[in-house]
């Protein structure tokens, strides 16, 4: 069983940063994907971002977030974070992070964070 506890989020200006932690817990496969969705009210959950775990760093992003939206990972404090520049009325959703062996299908994931609303105000 693995678990995810999510942390950051709130509400913003446009053009403002935020910065999403995401602390892992529980037993791991040794290759693994960690990855942030995010789900606007009345929409589909979609990709934004993800890497691997302890491989070698292949991150990939959603178009709508590049070179605005950063993951990184820590594994000596079993953290993930999505860093958030440049922040648009349209990021307004709530953010999950999510344990997965894929990386863009919700499906690819088996475990989710229990997300947390990110508003953008312009």
């Known amino acids: 069983q693995v678990q995810l506890e999510q942390s950051g989020g709130g509400m913003v200006q446009a053009g403002d940063s935020l910065r999403l932690s995401c602390v892992l817990s529980g037993r791991t496969l040794s290759n693994f994907v960690m990855g942030w969705f995010r789900q606007a009210p009345g929409k589909e959950r979609e990709f934004v971002a993800a890497d691997r775990w302890w491989s070698i760093s292949r991150p990939s992003y959603a178009d709508s977030v590049k070179g605005r939206f950063t993951i990184s990972i820590d594994n000596t404090k079993n953290t993930v974070f999505l860093q958030m520049n440049s922040l648009k009325p349209e990021d307004s959703a709530a953010y999950y992070c999510?344990?997965?062996?894929?990386?863009?299908?919700?499906?690819?994931?088996?475990?989710w964070g229990q997300g947390t609303q990110v508003t953008v105000s312009s």
């Open positions: 999510a344990y997965g062996t894929g990386y863009y299908k919700p499906s690819d994931y088996a475990f």
